[in-house]
Nanobody
Framework: QVQLAESGGGWVRAGDSLTLSCALS????????MAWFRQGPGLEREFVAA????????YYADSVKGRFTISRDNAKNTTSLQMNSLIPEDTALYYC????????????????????WGQGIQVTVSS
């Protein structure tokens, strides 16, 4: 059974940093592209960041570029999202996801390409 378990969420103040982690089990981690999506209050789910199965390619939404960093450790079957300079607009439920598909920039940003999803973890940023 494939499982994705997110951790590290919480409540922080604007300007603070937070790191989300995600552990994958039940699937070969090194064959899976990994990504983070988020859904803010009253908003649709949106792409945040993605990393290729090799870890050599990363992709970011314009809204987080320069503030967030995605990484992966294929030996530990984990991916992380380092979030710096957080702003209230980053408040959302963050989802970890993985998928095996042909690597393209557009595909990595498409939620429908991913077939394994975590339950989500809340990040709240107060002003």
């Amino acid at each position: 059974q494939v499982q994705l378990a997110e951790s590290g969420g919480g409540w922080v103040r604007a300007g603070d940093s937070l790191t989300l982690s995600c552990a994958l089990s039940g699937r070969s981690f090194s064959t899976v592209h990994m990504a983070w999506f988020r859904q803010g209050p009253g908003l649709e789910r949106e792409f945040v960041a993605a990393i290729s199965r090799s870890g050599l390619s990363t992709y970011y939404a314009d809204s987080v570029k320069g503030r967030f960093t995605i990484s992966r450790d294929n030996a530990k079957n984990t991916t992380s999202l380092q979030m710096n300079s957080l702003i209230p607009e980053d408040t959302a439920l963050y989802y970890c996801t993985g998928g095996s598909f042909t690597l393209t920039g557009r595909a990595m940003r498409d939620s429908q390409r991913y077939d394994s999803w975590g339950q989500g973890i809340q990040v709240t940023v107060s002003s």
